[in-house]
Antibody, heavy 115, light 108 residues
Framework: EVQLVQSGAEVKKPGESLKISCKGS????????IAWVRQMPGKGLEWMGV????????RYSPSFQGQVTISADKSISTAYLQWGSLKASDTAMYYC????????WGQGTLVTVSS | EIVLTQSPATLSLSPGERATLSCRAS???????LAWYQQKPGQAPRLLIY???SRATGSPDRFSGSGSGTDFTLTISRLEPEDFAVYYC?????????FGQGTKLEIK
């Protein structure tokens, strides 16, 4: 069974850094793209970017380029989304999904940024 | 960047009726790389259709997709109570792989 298990909810202050994770199992992790998708409270889905773990090729949405970093460690089947300096507007649910079209999704990681 | 516009924003129908949801792209979506998702409150999205018309594993056959170029449609032949949710289209033909803004399907 394919599973994507994301790290737990986070509460952070503006300006802090954060790295959340998405661990894949039940398939060959290296050979499928992993995407990150943001959903702000009460809003729609926003595609942030995607990584191919085998060679770490990464593609970002212009809206998120420079704001976040997507990475992966294929040795432990885990993809990451990180921020260097969080803003209140980063408060959202973040999902990881397998493939360019999301065949499988993580359960989501709620990130709350508040002073 | 391809902009996807979904219509209508909200669709009010009754169980047993047919639902037709539209997704229009600002430029042609290559290879019909268009997917549809269903999202219920408090849940992650679920893939229904990929490649414009291929049903995902586990997607009921009352869901069908069609279209090409810039115009795509998701049809639900006979609405079941569990079908009332928000539906999103996504193109993955060219990066960034954008989503539409969603159509909320509500019970009339």
């Amino acid at each position: 069974e394919v599973q994507l298990v994301q790290s737990g909810a986070e509460v952070k202050k503006p300006g802090e850094s954060l790295k959340i994770s998405c661990k894949g199992s039940g398939y060959s992790f290296s050979t499928y793209w992993i995407a990150w998708v943001r959903q702000m409270p009460g809003k729609g889905l926003e595609w942030m970017g995607v990584i191919f773990p085998a060679d770490s090729e990464t593609r970002y949405s212009p809206s998120f380029q420079g704001q976040v970093t997507i990475s992966a460690d294929k040795s432990i089947s885990t993809a990451y989304l990180q921020w260097g300096s969080l803003k209140a507007s980063d408060t959202a649910m973040y999902y990881c999904a397998r493939h360019l079209y999301g065949t499988d999704w993580g359960q989501g990681t709620l990130v709350t940024v508040s002073s | 960047e391809i902009v996807l516009t979904q219509s209508p924003a909200t669709l009010s129908l009754s169980p047993g009726e047919r639902a037709t949801l539209s997704c229009r792209a600002s430029q042609s979506v290559s290879n019909r790389y268009l997917a549809w998702y269903q999202q219920k409150p408090g849940q992650a999205p679920r893939l229904l259709i990929y490649g414009a018309s291929s049903r995902a594993t586990g997607s009921p056959d009352r869901f069908s997709g069609s279209g090409s170029g810039t115009d795509f449609t998701l049809t639900i032949s006979r609405l079941e109570p569990e079908d009332f949710a928000v539906y999103y289209c996504q193109q993955y033909g060219g990066s960034p792989y954008t989503f539409g803004q969603g159509t909320k399907l509500e019970i009339k």
